[in-house]
């Protein structure tokens, strides 16, 4: 019915029928003098005056004025549906269809592991002559990919480019809250179509479109940073550290009293901002580079570590932070290690390595049997007390201090627990300070006069991390040492042949509605009858919706034609 | 047709547009033009091509905005001496906020938007009692405040805007970044949208219903900032470092805004409908006149929506690398079109009237809201700038 409309849209009607018009809900009617030719005449300059087109036509006995307005009202009706249609055919050209059916059909099948590009089958592989993608890939500064990977559900596909893309800089600004503020990337693409790569930077907002194909910055990642790793056992804190060479997203063997662990490092920080001060929201304080990794034991378990490089000054002391979370749902829970006064960690692990020798631990509460309660070694309680003694410093080293509150929790009633507890840190305490005096006086230092407050607060400091080390669960610290930093830029790179049919239906579709909506169609008609030297005026109007706004318009109209025809008779 | 014979026999007024102008519209004019160049000249590092076409668009729009509506001349104006006064005030120091006293108290940002608070809620009141007693004077009180308080809010964010510049030139934004902003800019487009109505149909009845959703919008506002302090200004992400916000905004409230005007009245033709020889009845416009201003409303909003949902679809293109990725708020705000697209169709093609569409305008607004906050609290995507 398209074509019926337009026709329709510029058809004056100027046939109509004297009874159709009085069947119109707007109609009035006067008698004026003059001829019926000089009437319509000035009416329709009229209706021209007010924005109408207007056509005359002289029938037997009588003239038609026809005149009409907003005719584009009902082409909006026309071009907005019709852009609907138009959207829809362009989504379609940009959807993945295709993709469903050759799935359906067996010829594609989605890529579930995670193994080299070189390794992916041609059956999860597509060739650079799909029309119509969507994909990611990330490339690291000074690498390159001819491809991309579309997530399909629980997997991927690789998709091919006609083309190779290579990163030659990747560069991120930072807000001082550590927020990205900009990223981008300086492209390369390499077509061996081209005398000559293009070079072309992008950044967020401004994507590089090249032979139909967009290049979006999308993200960036870490593109394999390398590192070097000092790893202290905490099972024998007396070794010497190793040197391990990390790599991001590189996995390291590694063997422990424990049995073998993987060490998969996950990601690399060069620096860690977070919200300092009052919590306006306005300071910051940056904790410095750090790695992410996972300790996998050979059963599959792997627990998640951060470690921060540089020394954090908690009350004026500086200790080394690593978090531990068992899920990436959880927080980390964070071990603070204190530092030597010459900045590194070998005191602390000379003092786990003493609380962790049991001869040692023995041999401290044997002494404390002795001067503390005056037992004498034949006392029959003697052993078992020893005994206890040495077992619950060295469940507080091993399982740490929840292990020790456990145990009052099975063997002490309610209402003496908390004396329990205290009680058993006491003795964690006592032993643990005989041997830090012991520890001093190797080193030494002059203990007569007791021990200076700096010495008491490592103690204390160094207790509590002890305190952790067991639900830490990691056979050694990984302590971060020299780094270099790689990034990756992640890119998306898109082909919508059907984007252009879109926006022409989107911008049909704003034209089709204004038009709707703002432009009413209306038509007029008058119809003059000469009679004797006076005329009869039949004046009607016909719009398509709204009539509360052309109730005003009508009335308007219909005082101007009869003032203007010094109309004399007065309405139907 | 009752038509006085009087009114009958006047010739319509046939000078052209532009001869119909008065002197205030020729100096109003000027000076939107004026200000413009001056804010590009002095801006003009700030912004890019898109941005300086954005400016004078927005010159044009408002010039043929005030020709059209003449109270839009005054308003700007105030609008435009109260934030000159507060970037004055600023000069170059944000501390000056806390100690000047006009700014202070009076027309940071922060204050502004306090005053447009307060005074929302007092003229709803103003208006309700309009509508309970008929004083007409409380109507016109009601009136000055919803003026009072959109020019508030207006300072309110011209002055952020300001402000987010003097907290660092890389983070200053146009304040249509987040949720917090985009709900003052809720408030007060509705607040414009109902005063055209107010004055077209010469009824001050309707604005207890109008300014009842403002207020609802203020209540979020104060909560926002209170319990939340989402107030303070916050750099913007590098996706939305563009001059798509600028307009892609503030259109979606527009229609924003018209949906809620409209669900509003819907609300009012349902009362007097129940109940047609009450004081609601009699205060409020007839029947025919709310259907018809909810039509219109619905039609302007819809065709706003329409624009500003391509709009987004063209920033996404840019930004997110594809016009459509049926992202949460993408798909709502289609399922929000496609529901006013239905009301429209079938008030258009059908020829439904009343009841029916009233009810449907307020079950559209629920269905507005969700797509407005519920996405945000239920749903996550790329779109979420501001958290519940
Ligand atoms: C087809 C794509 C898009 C649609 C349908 C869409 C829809 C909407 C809607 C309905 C609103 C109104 C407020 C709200 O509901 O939250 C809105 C606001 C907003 N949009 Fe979009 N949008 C699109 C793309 C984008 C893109 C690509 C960006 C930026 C990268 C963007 C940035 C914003 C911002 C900053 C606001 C105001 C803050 C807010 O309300 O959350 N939009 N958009």
Same mark, same amino acid.
């Given at each position: 019915?398209?074509?019926?409309?337009?026709?329709?849209?510029?058809?004056?009607?100027?046939?109509?029928?004297?009874?159709?018009?009085?069947?119109?809900?707007?109609?009035?009617?006067?008698?004026?003098?003059?001829?019926?030719?000089?009437?319509?005449?000035?009416?329709?300059?009229?209706?021209?005056?007010?924005?109408?087109?207007?056509?005359?036509?002289?029938?037997?006995?009588?003239?038609?004025?026809?005149?009409?307005?907003?005719?584009?009202?009902?082409?909006?009706?026309?071009?907005?549906?019709?852009?609907?249609?138009?959207?829809?055919?362009?989504?379609?050209?940009?959807?993945?269809?295709?993709?469903?059916?050759?799935?359906?059909?067996?010829?594609?099948? !989605?890529?579930?592991?995670?193994?080299?590009?070189?390794?992916?089958?041609?059956?999860?592989?597509?060739?650079?002559?799909?029309?119509?993608?969507?994909?990611?890939?990330?490339?690291?500064?000074?690498?390159?990919?001819?491809?991309?990977?579309?997530?399909?559900?629980?997997?991927?596909?690789?998709?091919?480019?006609?083309?190779?893309?290579?990163?030659?800089?990747?560069?991120?600004?930072?807000?001082?809250?550590?927020?990205?503020?900009?990223?981008?990337?300086?492209?390369?693409?390499?077509?061996?179509?081209?005398?000559?790569?293009?070079?072309?930077?992008?950044?967020?907002?401004?994507?590089?479109?090249?032979?139909?194909?967009?290049?979006?910055?999308?993200?960036?990642?870490?593109?394999?940073?390398?590192?070097?790793?000092?790893?202290?056992?905490?099972?024998?804190?007396? @070794?010497?550290?190793?040197?391990?060479?990390?790599?991001?997203?590189?996995? @390291?063997?590694?063997?422990?009293?424990?049995?073998?662990?993987?060490?998969?490092?996950?990601?690399?920080?060069?620096?860690?901002?977070?919200?300092?001060?009052?919590?306006?929201?306005?300071?910051?304080?940056?904790?410095?580079?750090?790695?992410?990794?996972?300790?996998?034991?050979?059963n599959g378990e792997a627990r998640e570590y951060v470690n921060y490089q540089v020394p954090l000054m908690v009350e004026e002391r500086p200790f080394l932070l690593s978090g531990m979370r068992a899920t990436p749902a959880e927080e980390y829970r964070f071990i603070h290690i204190p530092l030597d006064a010459d900045g590194g960690i070998k005191r602390f692990m000379r003092f786990l390595a003493m609380a962790s020798d049991m001869e040692r631990v023995t041999e401290v509460t044997?002494?404390?049997?002795?001067?503390?309660?005056?037992?004498?070694?034949?006392?029959?309680?003697?052993?078992?007390?020893?005994?206890?003694?040495?077992?619950?410093?060295?469940?507080?080293?091993?399982?740490?201090?929840?292990?020790?509150?456990?145990?009052?929790?099975?063997?002490?009633?309610?209402?003496?627990? @908390?004396?329990?507890?205290?009680?058993?840190?006491?003795?964690?305490?006592?032993?643990?300070?005989?041997?830090?005096?012991?520890?001093?006086?190797?080193?030494?230092?002059?203990?007569?006069?007791?021990?200076?407050?700096?010495?008491?607060?490592?103690?204390?400091?160094?207790? @509590?991390?002890?305190?952790?080390?067991?639900?830490?669960?990691?056979?050694?610290?990984?302590?971060?040492?020299?780094?270099?930093?790689?990034?990756?830029?992640?890119?998306?790179?898109?082909?919508?042949?059907?984007?252009?049919?879109?926006?022409?239906?989107?911008?049909?579709?704003?034209?089709?509605?204004?038009?709707?909506?703002?432009?009413?169609?209306?038509?007029?008609?008058?119809?003059?009858?000469?009679?004797?030297?006076?005329?009869?005026v039949l004046f009607a109007a016909a719009t398509h919706r709204e009539r509360s706004d052309f109730d005003r318009e009508f009335d308007k109209l219909k005082g101007d034609l009869r003032h203007n025809s010094n109309a004399v008779l007065s309405r139907i | 047709m009752s038509v006085t014979s009087d009114i009958m026999q006047n010739e319509f007024d046939t000078t052209p547009f532009l001869k119909r102008l008065g002197a205030f519209d020729w100096v109003w004019a000027l000076l939107?033009?004026?200000?413009?160049? !001056?804010?590009?000249?002095?801006?003009?590092?700030?912004?890019?091509?898109?941005?300086?076409?954005?400016?004078?668009?927005?010159?044009?729009?408002?010039?043929?905005?005030?020709?059209?509506?003449?109270?839009?001349?005054?308003?700007?104006?105030?609008?435009?001496?109260?934030?000159?006064?507060?970037?004055?005030?600023?000069?170059?120091?944000?501390?000056?906020?806390?100690?000047?006293?006009?700014?202070?108290?009076?027309?940071?940002?922060?204050?502004? !938007?306090?005053?447009?608070?307060?005074?929302?809620?007092?003229?709803?009141?103003?208006?309700?009692?309009?509508?309970?007693?008929?004083?007409?004077?409380?109507?016109?009180?009601?009136?000055?405040?919803?003026?009072?308080?959109?020019?508030?809010?207006?300072?309110?964010?011209?002055?952020?805007?300001?402000?987010?510049?003097?907290?660092?030139?890389?983070?200053?934004?146009?304040?249509?970044?987040?949720?917090?902003?985009?709900?003052?800019?809720?408030?007060?487009?509705?607040?414009?949208?109902?005063?055209?109505?107010?004055?077209?149909?010469?009824?001050?009845?309707?604005?207890?219903?109008?300014?009842?959703?403002?207020?609802?919008?203020?209540?979020?506002?104060?909560?926002?900032?209170?319990?939340?302090?989402?107030?303070?200004?916050?750099?913007?992400?590098?996706?939305?470092?563009?001059?798509?916000?600028?307009?892609?905004?503030?259109?979606?409230?527009?229609?924003?805004?018209?949906?809620?005007?409209?669900?509003?009245?819907?609300?009012?033709?349902?009362?007097?409908?129940?109940?047609?020889?009450?004081?609601?009845?009699?205060?409020?416009?007839?029947?025919?006149?709310?259907?018809?201003?909810?039509?219109?409303?619905?039609?302007?909003?819809?065709?706003?929506?329409?624009?500003?949902?391509?709009?987004?679809?063209?920033?996404?293109?840019?930004?997110?690398?594809?016009?459509?990725?049926?992202?949460?708020?993408?798909?709502?705000?289609?399922?929000?079109?496609?529901?006013?697209?239905?009301?429209?169709?079938?008030?258009?093609?059908?020829?439904?009237?009343?009841?029916?569409?009233?009810?449907?305008?307020?079950?559209?607004?629920?269905?507005?809201?969700?797509?407005?906050?519920?996405?945000?609290?239920?749903?996550?995507?790329?779109?979420?700038?501001?958290?519940?």
């Amino acid at each position: 019915n398209t074509p019926a409309i337009i026709k329709d849209m510029r058809h004056f009607r100027l046939g109509v029928q004297e009874k159709s018009l009085r069947a119109f809900h707007y109609k009035d009617e006067w008698q004026a003098p003059g001829s019926a030719g000089s009437l319509a005449e000035t009416l329709g300059k009229r209706l021209q005056l007010r924005g109408y087109q207007v056509r005359h036509k002289q029938h037997d006995g009588y003239r038609i004025v026809a005149a009409m307005r907003g005719g584009t009202g009902r082409l909006g009706y026309i071009l907005s549906h019709a852009a609907i249609v138009v959207i829809c055919i362009g989504g379609l050209l940009d959807g993945n269809l295709p993709l469903k059916l050759a799935e359906i059909r067996g010829e594609l099948k !989605i890529e579930t592991r995670d193994v080299p590009v070189s390794e992916i089958p041609a059956a999860s592989t597509l060739g650079a002559d799909n029309s119509s993608f969507r994909g990611s890939v990330n490339i690291p500064e000074g690498s390159r990919a001819d491809f991309v990977f579309l997530g399909m559900r629980d997997g991927y596909l690789l998709q091919k480019l006609p083309f190779t893309v290579a990163l030659e800089d990747f560069r991120i600004e930072h807000y001082p809250s550590g927020m990205p503020k900009s990223f981008e990337s300086d492209l390369l693409i390499i077509d061996p179509e081209l005398d000559e790569p293009l070079r072309k930077t992008i950044a967020v907002n401004h994507p590089w479109v090249y032979k139909g194909y967009a290049i979006y910055q999308a993200s960036f990642s870490d593109g394999g940073s390398t590192m070097q790793l000092q790893a202290w056992s905490l099972d024998k804190p007396s @070794n010497e550290p190793l040197q391990i060479e990390g790599v991001v997203n590189g996995s @390291n063997r590694l063997n422990t009293p424990r049995g073998e662990y993987a060490l998969e490092i996950i990601d690399f920080k060069p620096f860690n901002v977070f919200p300092a001060g009052d919590g306006s929201g306005k300071q910051f304080q940056n904790y410095g580079p750090s790695v992410i990794f996972k300790l996998r034991a050979a059963n599959g378990e792997a627990r998640e570590y951060v470690n921060y490089q540089v020394p954090l000054m908690v009350e004026e002391r500086p200790f080394l932070l690593s978090g531990m979370r068992a899920t990436p749902a959880e927080e980390y829970r964070f071990i603070h290690i204190p530092l030597d006064a010459d900045g590194g960690i070998k005191r602390f692990m000379r003092f786990l390595a003493m609380a962790s020798d049991m001869e040692r631990v023995t041999e401290v509460t044997k002494q404390q049997a002795g001067s503390e309660l005056a037992m004498q070694p034949d006392d029959p309680m003697y052993q078992d007390f020893v005994k206890s003694m040495a077992g619950l410093v060295r469940l507080f080293i091993e399982q740490g201090i929840d292990a020790v509150v456990e145990l009052a929790e099975e063997n002490v009633p309610e209402e003496k627990r @908390n004396e329990a507890i205290s009680s058993y840190i006491k003795v964690v305490q006592g032993v643990l300070g005989t041997l830090y005096v012991e520890m001093l006086r190797e080193e030494g230092v002059d203990v007569s006069g007791g021990i200076d407050e700096a010495q008491a607060l490592y103690f204390d400091d160094a207790l @509590n991390a002890f305190s952790l080390i067991g639900p830490y669960g990691s056979p050694m610290y990984l302590r971060l040492q020299e780094y270099e930093h790689v990034e990756a830029t992640g890119l998306q790179i898109t082909r919508a042949p059907g984007q252009s049919v879109v926006y022409l239906g989107c911008v049909m579709l704003m034209a089709g509605v204004f038009f709707m909506f703002y432009l009413h169609h209306r038509r007029l008609w008058l119809r003059i009858e000469e009679h004797e030297g006076e005329s009869r005026v039949l004046f009607a109007a016909a719009t398509h919706r709204e009539r509360s706004d052309f109730d005003r318009e009508f009335d308007k109209l219909k005082g101007d034609l009869r003032h203007n025809s010094n109309a004399v008779l007065s309405r139907i | 047709m009752s038509v006085t014979s009087d009114i009958m026999q006047n010739e319509f007024d046939t000078t052209p547009f532009l001869k119909r102008l008065g002197a205030f519209d020729w100096v109003w004019a000027l000076l939107v033009v004026a200000g413009s160049v !001056i804010a590009h000249q002095f801006y003009s590092s700030l912004m890019d091509g898109y941005e300086v076409g954005i400016l004078y668009g927005t010159a044009a729009g408002l010039i043929w905005l005030g020709w059209g509506w003449k109270p839009m001349r005054g308003f700007s104006l105030a609008v435009a001496l109260l934030s000159l006064a507060a970037i004055g005030l600023y000069g170059t120091e944000l501390a000056r906020g806390e100690t000047s006293f006009f700014l202070k108290f009076l027309i940071s940002s922060q204050s502004a !938007i306090m005053w447009m608070s307060a005074l929302y809620v007092m003229a709803t009141a103003a208006y309700f009692f309009e509508l309970a007693i008929g004083s007409k004077f409380s109507g016109k009180v009601g009136s000055a405040m919803t003026w009072s308080a959109t020019v508030m809010g207006s300072v309110g964010l011209m002055v952020r805007w300001r402000e987010s510049y003097l907290l660092g030139a890389d983070i200053g934004h146009i304040p249509v970044s987040n949720l917090y902003e985009v709900f003052v800019l809720f408030a007060v487009m509705t607040a414009l949208l109902y005063l055209t109505y107010e004055r077209r149909y010469d009824n001050r009845a309707m604005g207890a219903f109008v300014l009842t959703v403002i207020s609802a919008a203020v209540g979020f506002i104060l909560w926002y900032t209170f319990d939340r302090e989402a107030h303070h200004i916050q750099p913007l992400v590098p996706a939305l470092q563009s001059y798509w916000m600028k307009i892609h905004v503030p259109a979606n409230f527009v229609g924003y805004g018209a949906f809620a005007l409209s669900a509003m009245l819907g609300v009012a033709y349902l009362l007097i409908d129940r109940n047609p020889t009450g004081m609601m009845a009699k205060r409020l416009p007839s029947t025919e006149v709310l259907d018809d201003i909810m039509y219109k409303a619905i039609a302007l909003g819809f065709a706003f929506f329409t624009v500003a949902t391509v709009l987004g679809a063209m920033w996404a293109a840019e930004a997110w690398g594809g016009y459509w990725s049926w992202d949460p708020k993408e798909t709502w705000a289609l399922i929000v079109w496609l529901n006013y697209a239905a009301w429209l169709h079938l008030r258009l093609t059908k020829g439904w009237r009343g009841r029916p569409l009233a009810w449907w305008a307020i079950v559209g607004l629920f269905v507005t809201l969700f797509a407005f906050v519920g996405v945000n609290m239920f749903l996550s995507g790329l779109h979420s700038y501001g958290t519940l």
